[in-house]
């Protein structure tokens, strides 16, 4: 029983952290080098995550500053950059690219809004599938006679306590990560 549990809070964590990595990646109004995270350059014959070959800082608020480790990726980075789509435009002096990040509209940022809900949303199914998958191992174990069924309702209680427990750490963090969108 315990191993079912903790499988099923180990799984959630996990989820809880790609809810925050998730959450990283979405533009505020502030600048954050985790927004870089998804961008793919296109560099020494494949494609690599933006941080295998620069180094991302952001050394003011509303400025991002993009270090290639070699210099001759810079307009490989320069263009995949502008090919994420991030609203983000770029301007390179030949040793690092900054890019200015503009303050966000008010239509801009209730989509961005919309963004983090969907992905909570998605965060939270994840949670409710392995709930799903936790009391399934649990009816199967009472099915074989290895559980007694009192046993059996205790445990899918736990996992039930367990599942709303990480459904409200993401319904946290979306309201802080609102919070921080809606801000001006």
């Known amino acids: 029983m315990d191993k079912i549990s903790n499988d099923a809070k180990k799984r959630m964590e996990k989820i809880l952290e790609s809810t925050k990595k998730e959450f990283a990646s979405i533009r505020t109004g502030r600048a954050n080098p985790s927004l870089l995270d998804r961008v793919e350059v296109e560099a020494y014959g494949s494609r690599m995550p933006l941080n295998q070959v620069a180094l991302v800082s952001a050394p003011e608020p509303r400025m991002l500053v993009v270090q290639p480790y070699d210099r001759s990726t810079i307009t490989d980075i320069e263009k995949a950059i502008r ?102």
């Open 83 to 184: 090919i994420a789509d991030l609203g983000l435009n770029p301007t390179n002096d030949g040793q690092i690219i900054r890019l200015a990040i503009p303050a966000l509209t008010e239509e801009r940022r209730k989509e961005m809004v919309k963004v983090a809900k969907r992905i909570s949303e998605e965060m939270k199914i994840a949670v409710r599938n392995i709930r799903r998958d936790a009391n399934d191992e649990v009816k199967k174990l009472e099915k074989q006679g290895d559980l007694p069924e009192d046993e059996s309702k205790r445990a899918q209680n736990e996992i039930q306590k367990l599942t709303d427990e990480y459904i409200d750490k993401i319904e946290q963090i979306l309201a802080a990560k609102e919070k921080e969108i809606m801000e001006v």
